[in-house]
């Protein structure tokens, strides 16, 4: 890393939209991909870049996101590298984080200290590869005092996002915080440029602006307010995420899994053939807790019997700990430590760690909690009205099954 960067991470989001799964943890910290959670992309994007000094702003829930970084990022403090976890301190106040902007300036203090030349603000809780020795080329090159990473969304989805307008050199000429009618992209029709939320600065730039935030009466945020107030008059660029290429791999992925459908599918696009997010690039790591399990095994295949009592799984993620001992796996997920019983079946879901799904169970489109037990013979996925009665059942009728939950036996 040719400059000194340091990288804070805003990872205090309540993540309402996907409760029942954050209903005793931060949005960060739910498990996406088997043995990942959300928080490790953003974090693997930093250390892969060569960004090794990084504050990880927490709040809501934070217990879980907490232990789990604590665990598997131990970076090397004897060469200046770390990942600190900054808990809301009230610095400023008696106040929670009233806004993205007001989260950096309660922990102003870190830029101080710390005197980096960049502080790349990014989000804690979206999936994507990004190498950012890229994004702070473009904002050298460009002499910008800000650069604000972006990409195209549909303009039917973009009322979710900052839109952006820009000239011919990159600069940013307009800027509308979640509108109701995106403008769409000059010869892109049906298409808007939305901020992603991963914000560059120089870093005595951002907190002279940060400051004066401070005094104003304002949301005390970076889409609705710092970047609109500095970009008529400050150098503020937009990095084109969609040009952003990591090693071995041909196109740039973003997923915004703010909702448990979003969250459903982009699980499930992991399981495909051949992923637009690769999960098995060697050169790009993705780093995560190291579980210590066994690995996956899969028993049984027998040919007697209706049906035959066979441990299978396709187009499928098994990983560690877990044991298929006699059923069947088809596009599902499974976090370590699962075990699926004979005659079982579990089709189109997300397990979390350690699930267990009993004999003759049958599981479909659903997202089970971790440490949940299904016991014998149950039916998930297939009475949409009869689950309703038991469990969170979204509006595109995903079954989600809570943390704690006791599934009575079928009758």
């Known amino acids: 890393m040719h400059r000194n960067v340091l990288g804070m991470i805003m990872a205090g989001g309540q993540g309402s939209r996907l409760w029942p799964l954050t209903a005793d943890r931060a949005k960060p910290a739910v498990h996406f991909g088997g043995k990942y959670r959300i928080i490790d992309f953003v974090l693997n994007n930093f250390v892969n870049s060569g960004i090794h000094k990084i504050k990880l702003l927490t709040q809501f829930k934070s217990d879980s996101l907490n232990r789990h970084v604590q665990t598997a990022w131990s970076l090397n403090r004897t060469l200046d590298q770390y990942v600190d976890l900054v808990p809301a301190q009230m610095r400023t106040g008696t106040e929670w984080y009233r806004g993205t902007a007001d989260a950096i300036y309660q922990n102003v203090n870190c830029i101080t200290d710390e005197r980096p030349d960049l502080v790349a603000v990014f989000g804690g809780d979206h999936i994507y590869k990004m190498d950012l020795t890229q994004m ?35 600069r940013m000429v307009g800027f509308e915080e979640k509108p109701s009618h995106p403008k769409p992209m000059p010869g892109r029709p049906g298409w808007a440029l939305c901020s992603m939320g991963n914000y560059l600065f120089h870093s005595k730039f951002l907190v002279r602006e940060l400051l004066s935030d401070a005094q104003k009466s304002s949301a005390h945020d970076f889409g609705k307010d710092i970047i609109p107030n500095i970009y008529h008059t400050y150098p503020v660029y937009v990095y084109d995420f969609t040009t952003n290429r990591i090693p071995g791999e041909t196109a740039a992925y973003w997923r915004d899994v703010g909702t448990l459908q979003a969250l459903f599918e982009a699980n499930l696009d992991l399981v495909k053939v051949s992923p637009e997010f690769n999960l098995y690039n060697p050169k790009w790591a993705l780093r995560s807790i190291n579980w210590n399990a066994p690995p996956a095994k899969f028993v049984f295949n027998e040919e007697e019997g209706e049906p035959p009592r066979r441990g299978f799984a396709h187009d499928s993620i098994v990983c560690d700990g877990c044991i298929v001992s006699g059923g069947g796996v088809t596009r599902s997920i499974l976090a370590p ?75």
């Open 136 to 170: 702070i080329d473009f904002h050298m090159v460009k002499g910008a005092l800000c650069t604000v990473s972006a990409f195209p969304v549909p303009v039917e989805e973009a009322s979710e996002f900052g839109v952006i307008e820009v000239d011919e050199d990159g």
């Open 337 to 411: 430590h699962c075990f699926v019983h004979s005659f079982a079946q579990v089709e189109e879901s997300i397990l979390f760690p350690d699930v267990e799904v009993g004999r003759h169970a049958m599981v479909r489109r659903a997202i089970v909690e971790k440490g949940v037990r299904i016991p014998p013979g149950a039916k998930i996925g297939f009475d949409l009205e009869k689950d309703a009665e038991r469990f969170h059942v979204s509006e595109e009728g995903i079954v989600v099954i809570s943390k704690g939950t006791i599934i009575q036996p079928e009758l």
